[in-house]
């Protein structure tokens, strides 16, 4: 199976901040990598898709870019709304492999 | 818009089966994979496997396999994951998610990603 590291596994930001989250797959995956937002006790969102393909209805603070092995998530100017965790997830393979996921709380 | 609507929380002993249902609210699976995905209390997603109504078999991540069976009904649009031989270790939320599939406009690939998700279904095995 492939496998997904994100780093970091948490971190703590202000409203206002910009925001860096990367994910790294253990082999390429050419641009198959979603980013997905979860909140306590909810499903988790499809924020991204294709690597740095915005979802219908998310807002432009949020993108994506990377091909290959390397990836990262962007939001541009933290918003309340946006204190989650984040998952990675490769489709490159049958077997979809998720990230462990980032925490973002506030500072 | 579709909304995937999953069955209610479950209690089960250790050594029971369980079956988690997920039916589509508002349209039709018509041609989309539905995959189950689960996580743990203060854990990560565990893709558990996936099935395309009326397709083909369904197809399992390698950590479930001879436990889960994923079946679905595109006449009713619901889809059903049943887990067998129930441990401690399976209580968690299960997800049902529908699989997009689009098109890159320049380099012509297919992409997949989860754009619709069930609410979850909480699982519990406890003795």
């Known amino acids: 199976d492939i496998q997904m590291t994100q780093s970091p596994s948490s971190l703590s930001a202000s409203v206002g901040d910009r925001v860096t989250i990367t994910c790294r797959a253990s082999?390429?995956?050419?641009?198959?990598l979603n980013w997905y937002l979860q909140k306590p006790g909810r499903a988790p969102k499809l924020l991204i898709y294709?690597?740095?393909s915005l979802q219908s209805g998310v807002p432009s603070r949020f993108s994506g870019s990377g091909s290959g092995t390397d990836f990262t998530l962007t939001i541009s100017s933290l918003q309340p709304e946006d204190f989650a965790t984040y998952y990675c997830?490769?489709?490159?393979?049958?077997?979809?492999?998720f990230g462990p996921g980032t925490k973002v709380d506030i500072k | 818009q579709v909304q995937l609507v999953q069955s209610g929380a479950e209690v089960r002993k250790p050594g029971s089966s369980v079956t988690v249902s997920c039916k589509a609210s508002?349209?039709?699976?018509?041609?989309?994979?539905i995959n189950w995905v689960r996580q743990a209390t203060g854990q990560g997603l565990e893709w558990m496997g996936s099935?395309?109504?009326?397709?083909?078999?369904?197809n399992y991540a390698q950590n479930f396999q001879g436990r889960v069976t994923i079946t679905a009904d595109e006449s009713t649009s619901a889809a059903y994951m049943e887990l067998t031989s129930l441990r401690s270790e399976d209580t968690a939320v299960y997800y049902c998610?529908?699989?997009?599939?689009?098109?890159?406009?320049?380099?012509?690939?297919?992409?997949?990603?989860?754009?619709?998700w069930g609410q979850g279904t909480m699982v519990t095995v406890s003795s």
């Open positions: 082999q390429s995956i050419s641009k198959s």
């Open positions: 508002g349209g039709t699976f018509s041609n989309y994979a």
């Open positions: 997830q490769q489709s490159f393979s049958t077997t979809v492999t």
């Open positions: 099935i395309i109504p009326n397709f083909g078999p369904a």
């Open positions: 998610a529908r699989r997009q599939q689009r098109k890159d406009m320049y380099s012509s690939a297919w992409y997949d990603s989860f754009d619709i």
């Open positions: 294709a690597a740095s």
